[in-house]
């Protein structure tokens, strides 16, 4: 079973994934819509 390629596979999704999110995020707070941000992420 080739587990450690899917480990590798799941930490690169998740990666992209910050990218995506802090992307997302610094394009909210240059359009003002932050609170809306907040309002989806609670937790962060």
């Known amino acids: 079973m080739p587990s450690k390629h899917l480990d590798s596979m799941i930490l690169q999704r998740k990666k992209e994934g ?4 802090k992307a997302a995020f ?6 003002g819509t932050l609170t809306v941000v907040k309002a989806v992420f609670p937790s962060r």
């Open 18 to 21: 910050m990218k995506r999110a």
């Open 26 to 31: 610094v394009a909210a707070e240059k359009n």
